[in-house]
């Protein structure tokens, strides 16, 4: 399967701590976006790459939250200091070259903090 | 903001076709119009997407009005596989843009 890949599928912390995703996008793909969806919602929209650079990032990223790409293709994806707020599915997709035509979404990382 | 207005719900029997209408009356030119859908616990997936000619691909068809305001996502033949939550997005496919997701219309297929 050469398909968008998130990792861990859940994650369960406490408030206070770190945590890290990691998202692995289909290979060719120069566009790599995270969204948040908590429950009865659609997908929020975090921030998102251009290969390695960072071109947008929502108000919602506040900065307790950095999002890399540091060779342009896998992204990780931090929150520090897990607030129960944060309890939400990250989403990362990817397309390819510049536009969204298509996004291509992985089966997301659920966040439940304690 | 998104763009557009879905009803919350609807249903439809097993192969029959699920007509899921959405309206956008302030599109602008440039901007398309994106379905995708949610299956519980899954990420969004790609349908189709259409600027003004109506749109047919092997999942589904759109079907867009003449002054571009609303368009209908068509499932000819729904089965079970198909309940999920569709969103009907607008969007430029400009460097600068994303797409940004609404609450949906859920679909529920009975049997």
């Known amino acids: 399967d050469t398909g968008v890949s998130q990792d861990p599928r859940h994650k369960i912390t406490k408030r206070g701590q770190n945590v890290t995703f990691r998202c692995d996008p289909i290979s060719e793909h120069n566009r790599l976006y995270w969204y948040r969806q908590t429950l009865g919602q659609g997908p929020e929209f975090l921030t998102y790459?251009?290969?390695?650079?960072?071109?947008?990032k929502s108000r919602l990223l506040s900065d307790r939250f950095s999002a890399e790409r540091p060779k342009g293709s896998f992204s990780t994806l931090e929150i520090q200091r897990t607030e129960q707020g944060d309890s939400a599915m990250y989403l990362c997709?990817?397309?390819?070259?510049?536009?969204?035509?298509?996004?291509?979404f992985g089966s997301g990382t659920q966040l439940s903090v304690l | 903001d998104a763009k557009t207005t879905q009803p919350p719900s609807m249903d439809c029997a097993e192969g029959r076709a699920a007509n899921l209408p959405c309206n956008h009356s302030?599109?602008?030119?440039?901007?398309?119009v994106y379905w995708y859908r949610q299956i519980h616990s899954q990420g969004p997936q790609y349908i189709i997407h259409?600027?003004?000619n109506n749109e047919t691909n092997e999942m589904a068809s759109l079907i867009i009005t003449e002054d571009r305001k609303s368009s209908t996502l068509i499932l000819p033949h729904a089965t079970l596989r198909d309940t999920a939550v569709y969103y009907c997005i607008v969007s430029d496919t400009g460097a600068n843009s994303k797409l940004t997701f609404g609450k949906g219309i859920t679909l529920s297929v009975r049997p």
């Open positions: 790459f251009q290969n390695e650079a960072q071109l947008e």
């Open positions: 302030t599109i602008s030119g440039n901007e398309y």
């Open positions: 259409g600027l003004k």
């Open positions: 997709a990817s397309s390819l070259a510049a536009t969204n035509e298509k996004l291509f």
